[in-house]
């Protein structure tokens, strides 16, 4: 468990740490198209990600945009707003196959990554060089997530469930903010970070793929071990859309550096649906 964990924290700090969600009620940025044409079907834009980082380390800015067909089926992730490649994904039976498509010449690589689906959930993702499964209770709601084969050994992610809420583990410090009511804010980041393993793409997530999509608004959420070089704190600022789907998240990330000093860093994303 813990070993799995400190894998998260690390691959969230060096890597993912830049997708904190930052969402926007904005425009779709020039150069973006609301819809194309793939292989002679007609897709829509479903979701772009505009990722912002400012931090120490680096100063970038990025943006995917996904595309569904009429059934409803995610099929190309395009990074950049003119990118020569793009990430597709093809249905065959109960998997879903990735490929990498050059848009000048339309050639079309099969790769190893794969995601198996059982009665609409996706139960294993295969993104190299990680395999995941994922189980589900009778609710359809994600209670483990398993990593059968690392170089560190089995890893087991256990989540918890508290109502429409999902509790972290235990090495995870997660704090609510308090709306007055029932909320109806979908929580994608804690979902996405730590329930999926940042393996699955958002819009599978909101297609319904990992079953129940839990709720709440998190404010902050920290880590703490004995090993210091794991530890953060981050603080979170979200704003909705009317759907309760995310819009607008800003997230500071506070670390101790070598000399046992704090540093920030600010991550921001927006999400126009």
């Known amino acids: 468990m813990k070993k799995d964990l400190y894998k998260d924290i690390r691959l969230f700090l060096l890597i993912i740490i830049g997708v904190s969600l930052f969402f926007s009620c904005s425009s779709v940025p020039s150069g973006i198209a609301e819809e194309i044409t793939y292989h002679g079907e007609q897709l829509h834009r479903y979701l772009t990600i505009i990722k912002d980082v400012t ?37 065959a039976g109960d998997t879903i196959h ?31 060089p990680d395999y995941y499964t994922y189980s589900y209770d009778n609710k359809r709601r994600l209670v483990c997530r398993d990593t059968p084969n690392t170089l560190c050994g089995r890893q087991t992610n256990i989540l918890q469930w508290k109502g429409e809420k999902i509790l972290p583990d235990k090495l995870l410090n ?86 046992n000093k704090e540093e920030n860093s600010k991550y921001v994303t927006e999400y126009i649906w």
């Not at 995917?64 to 395009?78: A, F, S, V």
């Not at 980041?189 to 129940?212: D, H, Q």
Request: charged share 25%; proline share 3%.
């Open 55 to 91: 931090s120490k380390a680096e100063t970038s800015k990025d943006t995917i945009t996904y595309y569904c067909n009429q059934k409803g089926q995610l099929i190309i992730e395009r990074v950049g707003t003119d990118s020569l490649d793009d990430y597709t994904y093809s249905y």
């Open 174 to 259: 997660i704090t609510y903010r308090d709306t007055g009511e029932k909320t109806n804010y979908h929580n994608l980041y804690y979902f996405w970070m730590f329930g999926s393993g940042i393996r699955i793409p958002i819009p599978f997530i909101t297609l319904g793929y990992m079953g129940v999509i839990p709720k709440g608004d998190i404010s902050s959420y920290s880590f703490s071990s004995k090993d210091k070089d794991f530890d953060f704190k981050s603080q979170l600022t979200t704003e909705y859309d009317k759907e309760g789907r995310p819009t607008h998240i800003e997230e500071v990330v506070t670390t101790l550096n070598k000399n």
């Open 98 to 128: 990735i490929h990498k498509t050059h848009i000048k010449d339309q050639l079309d690589e099969l790769l190893d990554g794969y995601y198996i689906v059982k009665n609409g959930l996706i139960v294993e993702a295969n993104n190299t």
